[in-house]
């Protein structure tokens, strides 16, 4: 792939604004690595559990009426594992310390995350059936968006408390 070389200089320039970043990689949203910088951290299998998380985050946001899928934040013992939308076909994870500014690394994550996902977007051509058409009409087209179906109301106790009272 030809965006490799700018995803890596992407790497390094949000490297150096979140010092406490140990490795970024970005894949396809079926999993294939595009570019890595994961020292410590086999890059196939992180590219592949990304698109399995992100399989997963894509279902609870649907089914809690929370739109599309923007960003997933991890947190384990020992640091963070952020992943954020990159374009239409990508996804950037990001991998820190435990003592990063989750603030920042989302700021930074964000918009590393737009600027990779314009490169592969870019790089990606939409496959053609027939004659090309160079009408100025269907470039202007939205992306379809997916519809749900109706949800039914859920029954619920009247008299069910979450919280305890004393």
Do not use: C
């Amino acid at each position: 792939m030809a965006a490799q070389a700018p995803i890596l200089d992407e790497f390094r320039r949000l490297r150096a604004r979140v010092p406490q970043l140990t490795g970024a990689l970005a894949a396809g949203v079926d999993g294939l690595v595009l570019a890595h910088d994961t020292p410590g951290v086999e890059p196939d299998g992180l590219a592949a559990l990304t698109a399995a998380a992100l399989g997963v985050a894509i279902r609870v946001t649907d089914a809690t009426g929370r739109g599309d899928f923007r960003e997933l934040l991890l947190r384990g013992t020992d640091g963070y594992v952020a992943t954020y939308a990159a374009g239409r076909t990508a996804v950037l994870t990001l991998l820190a310390q435990d003592g990063v500014n989750v603030g920042r690394l989302h700021l930074e994550g964000r918009r590393a995350a737009a600027r990779i996902g314009e490169l592969v977007d870019a790089e990606v051509k939409p496959v053609r059936n027939g004659p090309a058409k160079s009408s100025a009409k269907e470039a202007a087209k939205p992306m379809p968006t997916r519809t749900r179906t109706a949800r039914s109301a859920r029954s619920t106790t009247a008299d069910a408390r979450t919280t305890t009272e004393s």
